[in-house]
């Protein structure tokens, strides 16, 4: 096997592993209690010696093909938004943050979740313009 297949089915192992994680997290557990949970595992597996790309990029690029937004694969955006967040995390990447808001439309209150890095959303996020940060992990 090549070392860019490796690299492939490593990377989507990684995927799949976080959204178990944050899937059963969300299940039982606030907000507060998942985004712990994940910052923990990120913590213990963090990429050491090169095991891992630290780039933004290479985690949206994963979210992107792995986390869509609909179909078969598809993932609501608060599961892929912790999933991100992990990723994130595990690389090192500094200035990570996970943020919920909420928006009013047409009398039914929506929530949305995105990940930004140094405050720049990421996955081409636009939906957050229009909604009013409630929660950020980490805060502050």
């Known amino acids: ?14 995927v799949l592993a976080w959204r178990v994680v944050v899937r ?12 712990k949970l994940v910052a923990g595992l990120a913590r213990c597996s963090a990429c050491r010696g090169g095991a891992c790309v630290g780039s933004v990029g290479q985690v949206e690029s994963l979210a ?19 999933v991100v967040h992990g990723m994130l995390l595990r690389r090192g990447v500094s200035g990570a943050v ?13 929530a949305h979740a995105w990940n930004c890095v140094d405050s720049r959303p990421l996955l081409g996020d636009t939906e957050h313009e229009s909604v009013r940060p409630i929660w950020a992990w980490p805060s502050g």
């Open 24 to 35: 059963g997290g969300l299940a039982v557990g606030s907000l507060d209690g998942v985004a």
């Open 98 to 110: 996970l943020r919920i808001g909420v928006l009013t439309r047409a009398g039914r209150v929506q």
């Open 1 to 14: 096997m090549s070392r860019g297949a490796v690299r492939a089915v490593a990377g989507v192992a990684e």
């Open 64 to 82: 992107r093909r792995w986390l869509p937004a609909r179909g078969l694969l598809g993932a609501a955006c608060l599961e892929r938004s912790f």
